[in-house]
């Protein structure tokens, strides 16, 4: 399924029901008292966070959303009938704005949450409301409120712990075969990666994390190049940032200034992604003798100045891998703890 993560739609809460006016008309009793009741409250419109949608694509069909409106009152003192809420499901992850305003209506990060996106009508009043020791015969009543409407803009960000960034062909499609259960498209040219994919790394018995492999990056990218800004978004949410190189690139290209050029567009899209954990991955080194593999490799390392964790791999042998995701696992499960010991 092609991965959708951003649309648009349109939210109509229903009105409120009217009260009414009525007298109560029985035999012996000539003169009888108001009795109209009020009506019924119009359903709320919810989003409800649900780990069984995986994107927004069924929001490119259904646009748009009505909850019922409450029922008018009814005579003897009766009350319209509520109008049942109407609830959506949405992925977890999902960023829910209000399109007039731009503001952030909410963050849709748990299963289960319910966002309220809008308000049903409120019931009218009837007039036995109106009652009172001078006012015996009200003839007045209220109409129910209006529903809120809204257009909402709904972006999906891809809730993982790893992230994995670098350019076209860099391997980290082969890279989270190798180590998960996914299967991203692998081929020889850029680009075979169209929409991120998620694959869960199984350390060992009750460990395991999240891993998210994003569509590569090319210069100009925070600018909307290439396949644009639509995917850095999705490494905002990431714990750690795999930067994953291809040390022997078929174009002969300058690994570093291809790192660089990736740092910059982070730096570009935001500048506080830079101070996150990014760990570096060296892959491909099955490509060239051991020894030149280790000269490349420590060259790399001089000249980008990398202080952070640094891994020489080969995603598609698998050398290496297994040392890094057991390293992933214990930094999460650490950082786990150092923030429930804080907290």
């Known amino acids: 399924m092609r991965f959708v993560d951003e649309a648009t739609i349109k939210v109509i809460a229903g009105d409120g029901g009217n009260g009414i ?175 991120p994919n998620l694959g869960v790394v199984d350390v060992d018995r009750e460990r395991s994390f999240v891993i998210a492999d994003i569509p590569g990056l090319i210069e100009g990218a925070a600018e909307g190049a290439g396949l644009g800004i639509q995917f850095l978004k999705h490494l905002s949410r990431t714990r750690i940032l795999l930067h994953i190189i291809d040390i022997a690139p078929f174009d002969d290209s300058d690994p570093v200034d291809s790192a660089e050029k990736i740092i910059n567009e982070l730096r570009k899209y935001n500048p506080e992604m830079l101070d996150e954990p990014r760990w570096l991955v060296l892959n491909k080194t099955d490509l060239l003798p051991k020894e030149d593999a280790e000269l490349r490799c420590k060259n790399i390392i001089e000249r980008l100045d990398w202080k952070a964790p640094v891994y020489e791999i080969s995603a598609i042998s698998g050398d290496g891998t297994k040392e890094l995701i057991f390293d992933i696992m214990n930094y999460l499960e650490e950082n786990n703890e150092n923030a429930s010991t804080t907290g």
Not at 22 to 50: H, M, Q, T, W
């Open 21 to 195: 006016v009525s007298f109560r008309r029985e035999k012996f009793i000539p003169r009888g008292g108001p009795d109209g009741g009020d009506g019924g409250d119009a359903g709320d419109i919810y989003l409800v966070g649900s780990h069984d949608q995986n994107t927004l694509a069924d929001f490119r069909t259904i646009r748009t959303y009505h909850s019922d409106s409450g029922k008018k009152g009814q005579n003897r003192n009766m009350t319209g009938k509520s109008a049942e809420h109407l609830y959506i499901k949405v992925p977890i992850g999902t960023l829910v704005y209000d399109i007039d305003t731009e503001e952030l209506i909410g963050d849709i990060v748990r299963d289960q949450q319910k966002l309220l996106v809008a308000k049903g009508g409120y019931h009218g009043l009837g007039n036995t409301r109106f009652k009172s020791s001078t006012n015996r015969t009200p003839r007045q009543c209220t109409e129910g409120s209006k529903g809120e409407r809204r257009e909402l803009r709904l972006e999906l960000k891809v809730l993982a712990d790893i992230g994995l960034l670098g350019l076209p062909n860099a391997g980290k499609s082969t890279f989270i075969r190798s180590v998960s259960s996914a299967k991203p498209k692998v081929a020889d040219y850029p680009f075979t990666t169209l929409y």
